[in-house]
């Protein structure tokens, strides 16, 4: 059945452009569902663009932080009121549950509302006087941000970079992906609507508009949000021009179990960090470490649970988690679950359809729990990106340590103990961003706390105030001696 609902086009200058091709977005949970179509966009767009953006850019840096403020608040308004359209829409082209996309819309207002409240205070100039000199340190926007971003989160992760380069005076291009651009297009344009023309502009396409985009020389910053492969690609095209960059990348995160919990009690927190989103969030935990001794117990109980969801569409009620987004991703998992079976680990298939009709029209897993004697095994290893976990065992806190850390990845990990200082301890020898004690799923998130990862899981912060801000400014300094 094809039911078209919208078009999304280039925005340059608060203008709709036609392209010259669109692309159809299915459905991922009724893929012969037409939910909208969305513009390809081409490098000559992205000059367009750009040079829009570094127009609007030469007034907008002059406009007192006090303004723009108040643009940005008035933009939380603009997500607030588009909730009430662009949440199912969001579900119908991503595949994710309904409270999922309000949760997406939730953190993007949240984040323009926090750096609407610390923008001001970051941007004034600093000014240091003693008796011999006189010294001003000026926070000065750097120009067009290029604001490349993924389909899972559309909205929060457009926003992390929206509050952060508005409020410091930069104007922008913006990028979302082909497989999830219809909901966060729409919202832009209206945030657009109440900027002055060029401050936001959006370029749609894949990998070629990416790289016009990285690689245009007016762009002073790339902002990507995306896979390790692609950040590295991105890492490389910005280098050639000296651009600045901040990369959330991929992740592996491992959760340790330490031995002194109960599994009951913990598991159904747990779980809130590894089905979510079908397991396509880039901190859901993605491994999970158990004390050997305590291995079948944990298994068997998250079996039981886990056997209790029910998988279907994000729009239908009781659906514990919805398909996945795309058929490459599709692909991949369905693979990787095979290689898992065929590798001697123990792969219990779980929970329920929902639709079982309709199971076949989208790209739906059931969930899986794997346990996996082989610490290095592909499902351990690999970023899955699915709604399969493996679960390991270990002999010693330290092997667990170990463990956890024999990986490229470095974004979020967590551990869970009756004792939070000795989690506290352990959380301290794990290399990544970030280690929550006893949580690890959107609620570990809080404003003003850095996220982001080391090693291949990116370079720079987001969420936070000074570390994210001064990424999107360059300092200019004035000293006179007396
Ligand atoms: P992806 O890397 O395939 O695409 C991300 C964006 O980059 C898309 O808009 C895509 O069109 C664009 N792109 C593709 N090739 C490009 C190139 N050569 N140059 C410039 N841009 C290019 O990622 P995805 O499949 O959309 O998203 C899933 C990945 O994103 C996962 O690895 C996930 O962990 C990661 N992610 C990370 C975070 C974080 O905060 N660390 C958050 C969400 C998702």
């Known amino acids: 059945m094809l039911n078209l609902e919208c078009q999304v086009d280039i925005l340059i200058n608060n203008q709709e452009v036609l392209a010259q091709n669109y692309a159809e977005i299915h459905d991922p949970g009724k893929l012969t569902d037409v939910v909208g179509r969305v513009a390809v966009g081409t490098a000559e767009d992205v000059d367009k663009a750009v040079q829009a953006a570094h127009n609007a850019f030469l007034d907008w840096r002059k406009t007192n932080s006090k303004e723009r403020i108040e643009k940005i608040t008035a933009a939380v308004k ?17 595949g ?32 240091i006087e003693d008796d011999s000199s006189w010294v001003s340190i000026e926070k000065k926007a750097k120009g067009v941000i290029g604001a490349i971003v993924p389909w899972n989160m559309p909205v929060c992760l457009t926003m992390m970079k929206v509050g952060p380069a508005l409020v410091t005076g930069n104007t922008m291009v913006i990028k979302p992906s082909p497989t999830a651009p219809l909901a966060i297009s729409i919202l832009l344009k209206r945030i657009a609507a109440i900027l002055p023309d060029g401050v936001i502009n959006v370029v749609h396409g894949d990998a070629g508009v990416g790289v016009a ?16 492969e692609t950040g590295a690609q991105v890492n490389s095209n910005a280098a050639s ?49 158990v004390q050997e001794k305590m291995l079948d117990k944990f298994f068997n109980t998250m079996c039981d649970i886990v ?43 779980l929970g329920s359809k929902l639709n079982p009709e309709g199971w076949d029209n989208g790209y739906f897993l059931l969930p899986h729990v794997v346990k996996d004697e082989d610490h290095l095994s592909q499902i351990v290893s690999c970023e899955q990106f699915g709604p399969i976990i493996p679960i390991i065992p270990y ?27 000795r989690a506290l301890a352990i959380g301290q020898q794990i290399e990544a961003g970030s280690t929550f004690i006893n949580n690890h799923s959107f609620e570990s998130l809080s404003l003003g706390m850095p996220f982001g990862g080391v090693k291949n899981s990116g370079m720079g912060r987001e969420l936070a105030g000074e570390p994210t801000l001064s990424a999107y400014i360059d300092y200019h300094t004035m000293r006179y001696l007396k």
């Open 307 to 349: 056997n209790e969801y029910k998988v279907g569409h994000g729009l239908a009620e009781g659906a514990s988690f919805g398909p996945l987004n795309n058929n490459k991703q599709y692909n991949l998992v369905k693979a990787m679950i095979e290689n898992t079976k065929n590798s001697g680990a123990v792969v219990r298939e």
């Open 96 to 127: 994710g549950m309904l409270w999922e996309a309000q949760t997406d819309f939730g953190i993007g207002m949240a984040t323009l509302e926090y750096y609407a409240g610390i923008g001001e205070n970051f941007v004034k100039t600093e000014f």
């Open 241 to 289: 021009f000296f651009k600045a960059v901040t990369l959330e990348l991929g992740g592996n995160d491992p959760a340790i179990i330490l031995d002194d919990v109960n599994p009951a009690d913990i598991i159904p927190k747990l779980l809130k960090g590894v089905y979510t989103r079908s397991g396509q969030i880039c901190f859901a935990v993605k491994r999970i470490y």
């Open 78 to 94: 603009v997500v607030q009121d588009s909730m009430g359209d662009l949440v199912p829409l969001l579900v119908r082209e991503h």
């Open 395 to 421: 002999k010693t806190v330290e092997q667990a340590i170990e463990y956890a850390n024999e990986t490229e990845y470095g974004l979020c990990s967590s551990v869970w103990s009756s004792d939070i200082q």
């Open 213 to 228: 985009l990285t690689r245009h020389p007016l762009v002073k910053k790339i902002a990507f949000t995306g896979g390790t």
